[in-house]
């Protein structure tokens, strides 16, 4: 039982979201806090005071014993931003339970013993249903007890902490404190077990039409069950299209809460497979449904089809299932211009989904302190962007969850184009977008990209500089606002003043110009120069330099491209429009 403990107004609604979350595991102990303190320490096996820590600790003081049968405390401010582990972080669980009571209340666990300082965040957010004694198991990998895993077969996870490892499956130890399993089987779990369950099982499943989803469901569930397999292992029910909107089907899936993935009736004929039959191919054009539906997408057959059993009439269901091979998983993810508040939360997401980042040193740096405690980072200095990208693809090959990280945007002058070249579709990838430079810039000039505009890299390593001059004098024509990337460089000097003497053969001396250098980063620079005046010695690699187009205008010190003529002149001729445009 978890004592919770509240003196003011904000403690007790804290409290009560605790109670809220966690109905049978927590007391609530009321009136004076110094008697409440001292029930709830006898009386518990954990204590949450929502109090200052000055006055938990005078409180606490005359209770202590012996931290091996002390009751774990967690403290939480008035604020509730900090989840405090204060006493009995090992034995008690303190520090376990700080990072639970952090997660809802939406604080900040402070764990301070040297084991917990690495940051491990609970088994239940490695991504997968997690079963057994998930708090004995988290505890004991907060402790940096050795802990074992044991994977039936290979799949992505996130990074594990090291005092996590990898056994063969039937070679466990025998006097380990908690152990892992990964697997789709049903398993017999012991004391401090925990079970992983992938999303490894594909059911294809056949049905007559109007099948029940009695039938459908029950043949799903008893096939599993009989095959020793989890039903939480299942990813997806398989069908061929004419089957897609069968509402036994629909409905089964919609009760397992997965999705139902279709084949056309050709593609499943195709498809070799242990048991076809007549029925199907003179139903809907194939002769296996269930087999060849569930091994469509790859995979093992765990179990032949199998029909339905309903008393007294015929069989209106099959189902097989199929043991989808692991994939890789590979996140391209853009980290955003520098500032941490503009790395999206997805990015942040994704950097802990994965158990190997790969990235230049630099970026790598920016988010070190946000990766698992056991990620593998490979990471390498500038210019080796293919070998970057063919060492994400080698490893998501392998079936790791990769995260393969750019600034801004991973998409733009970056790893994805690189990577997505090397992969093919034997792995997963996951793109994550990121806030690019030439976004970051415009805001902070003001909003120069209020009309059409496109980026254009000045950097002639990769492109014939004919290119890049025909594609200068386009947008020159065109009058779209450019903004330059990779500008200029010790080496690449004479390419920004070409570039620009272009846009002046069609824009006026006039025209502003925004050069902004280290967009939200510490030494974040911002400049509003014109065509005439901007002196290009002042740009370098770390700047983004933004041309207006022949309406783009200076005011009030900031750089703003019309949204048009009529836009401005003729709001009612503005909506006309717009009301076409949503036809
Ligand atoms: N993927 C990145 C661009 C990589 S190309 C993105 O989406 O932003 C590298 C060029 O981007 C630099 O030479 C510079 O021109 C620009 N750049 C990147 N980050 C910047 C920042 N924070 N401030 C200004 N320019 C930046």
Known sequence: MIGLISATAAGAAASARLAAAWPGRVRVYEGPVGPAVQRAFGECAQVVCFLAVGATVRLLAPLLSDKATDPGVVCVDEAGRFAVSLVGGHGGGANALAHEVAEVLGAEPVVTTATDAVGMAGLDTLGLPVEGDVAGVSRAILDGEPVELSADFGWPLPALPPNVRAVEVGSASTDLRARLHLTDRTVELGAHEV?????????????????????????????????????????????????ADEPGI???????????VTYGAEELAAVAVPNPSDAPLAAVGTPSVAEAAALAGGGQLLVPKRKSTPEGRAAMATCAVVRTAARGRLAVVGL???????????????????????????????????????????????????????????????????????SGDAGVYAMA?????????????????????????????????????VS???????????????????????????????????????????????????????TPVGVVRNASRADESVRLSTLAAL?????????????????????????????????????????????????
Do not use: C
Not at 431 to 452: I, K, Y
Not at 545 to 559: Q, S, Y
Not at 572 to 579: C, D, L, M, Q, S
């Open 417 to 453: 184009s690189p990577a997505l070249a090397e992969a093919g579709d034997d792995i997963d990838i996951v793109g994550v977008p990121g806030v690019t430079a030439a976004l970051a810039a415009g805001a902070l000039l003001g909003a120069p990209l209020g009309h059409d505009h």
């Open 250 to 260: 629909v409905e089964a899936a919609a009760r397992l809460g997965v999705p139902v």
């Open 336 to 406: 955003g211009p520098g500032a941490r508040d503009l790395l999206t939360p997805r990015a942040k997401d994704e950097l802990r989904r994965a158990a190997v980042l790969v990235g230049l040193d630099q970026y790598v740096d920016q988010i070190r302190d946000l990766l698992r405690p056991g990620t593998v980072v490979l990471e390498s200095g500038l210019g080796a962007e293919e070998e970057r990208a063919r060492t994400a693809v080698a490893e998501a090959r392998k079936g790791q969850a990769v995260a393969l990280i750019g």
């Open 195 to 243: 079970v992983l369950r992938p999303p490894s099982l594909v059911v294809g499943v056949g049905a007559s039409k109007s099948a029940p989803v009695d039938e459908v469901l029950g043949l799903i569930t008893e096939t599993l069950a009989d095959a020793g397999l989890s039903v939480r292992s299942v990813a997806r029910l398989a069908t061929v299209d004419a089957k």
């Open 535 to 583: 002196d290009p010695a002042t740009v370098d690699m770390m700047t983004v330099v933004t041309v207006g187009n022949t309406a783009t205008r200076e005011i009030a010190g900031r750089m703003v491209t019309p949204r048009g003529y009529r836009w401005q002149q003729e709001p009612t001729a503005a909506r006309t429009e717009a009301t076409e445009a949503g036809r």
């Open 456 to 510: 254009i890299s000045l950097s002639d390593l990769h492109t014939p500089w004919e290119v890049i001059e025909r594609r200068v004098r386009a947008a020159a024509e065109a009058d779209l606002v450019v903004t330059f990337y990779n500008p200029r460089s010790r080496g690449r000097d004479w390419q920004l003043p070409k570039a620009l003497g272009i846009l002046a053969e069609h824009r006026a001396p006039r």
